[in-house]
């Protein structure tokens, strides 16, 4: 379904989310509470296991207070 | 539905890709063609009607021969 340069990407994406998280110090829960989305949705786009949308995108950098170009520097 | 910080991000990437593809000295058809997108498709992401996904902006940077981060320079 997606391309190996897609699952790249989407997993890079996932490992600079979590990095962030942890950054900012925030559990799961807790970004999962102020970007209002699920905790295991969370946990899934951290895996690697979503191909998720620009909205969701901007409510993570919003969330994570980095610009969407922080969030994709060097993936 | 949408909120209007992730209605502007939408438009930006929209003004962005079309830039690039100027850029690019793309038409909209054969940079559909080459990212295996219908014309439509590039046309309605270029007006800021599309809240497209990871995997789409992938392929179009891809095509467009810039990095994700570049794409969202500014944004």
Redesign the interface.
């Known amino acids: 379904m997606?391309s190996a340069?897609?699952r790249k990407?989407?997993r890079e994406?996932g490992i600079r989310v979590r990095q962030l998280r942890d950054e900012a110090g925030l559990s799961q829960e807790r970004l999962a509470e102020l970007a209002e989305m699920h905790r295991t949705y969370i946990s899934s786009i951290e895996r690697g296991q979503q191909?998720?949308?620009?909205?969701i995108?901007?409510?993570l950098a919003?969330t994570l207070e980095v610009?969407?170009?922080r969030?994709?520097?060097?993936?």
Chains 1, 2 share one sequence.
Do not use: D, P
């Open positions: 997606y340069e897609e990407v989407i994406l191909n998720i949308s620009l909205t995108l901007i409510r919003t610009s969407l170009e969030l994709f520097t060097g993936i």
